[in-house]
């Protein structure tokens, strides 16, 4: 019989390869960095390979330990629907959530598709708008709950958890040419979009020329004209994939730092509301990491 993969164990990998060290690891897991340095001893005589390149600085994954990750992942990710099957009682329901479609698109998927599985009697209802619009939908009692950009509900009186962050970042066509044009074409969002403020500042303060080439209501508008080299775009890293690549600092394009997200609702005691609250915060983890080692390659 093959021995059996403790998820602890699995939980300190994924913890040690997200950090790059086994000091940021024991923080995340609750251990002390010796506890962690025996965990890694017993996984890797359980597998029989080394897992991880340590030297002064930082600790990478080998090449096997790099093809274990999304294994480990996707087996943590598993043991904790089981879980909260176990633990929580059957739930039925309705419940709508509000959502920018930039967010739908990146990390709605794996959420339904989690909660789905713990909880198939609840049936999530979605719609997609922008973070104020999200924000007053929830007040006037249209929506449950929302996910929505952390600075557009810096003073609320509800429940509020931030759930994620990630760089922002110019993303562009893959080989493209727009981000060398001046004035530098730009597809934006609404007047009111945070990422919108926050480039348009930082182009300002660079000294950049540039001018509004696209606005759209929606994040596919934006990256339409990315996908036809039309323009650049602030979104999120995690949408860096296919033909859209994260345009670094070698572009002389200014940085525009992180952004975070949070989970809101008006009920924090509605057992349906914080039964998806915990599959929102727990599935952005994984593909929010996504998003940081295509920023980092």
Known sequence: MHPVLDADLL????????????SVAADKVGR???AISMQVK????MVGRRL???DSRKVSLTPFGESMLPDARKILEMHGELWGRLKTPDLEGVITVGTPDEYASAFMPRVLRSFARTHPGVQVNVICDIST????CLERGEIDAGLVTDSDVSNVAYYR??????PLVWLGARDGTAHARRPLPVAVANPTCEWRR???????????????AYQSASAAGQIAAI????AVAPLPVSLAKGDLVALGPETGLPRLGTYAISFIARDETDPLVMALADHVATSFAPAGQAGLEQVAA
């Open 52 to 54: 991880f390149e340590r």
């Open 161 to 166: 958890r931030q759930v994620h962050d990630e």
């Open 32 to 34: 002390t960095p010796s």
């Open 198 to 212: 926050r480039s348009v500042a930082a182009l300002g303060k660079s000294g950049l020329r540039h001018r509004i």
């Open 133 to 136: 619009k999200v924000r007053g």
């Open 11 to 22: 939980r300190t990998f994924v913890a040690i390869a997200d950090g790059g060290s086994f």
């Open 42 to 45: 017993k996984l890797e005589e």
């Open 227 to 230: 996908a036809g080299d039309l």
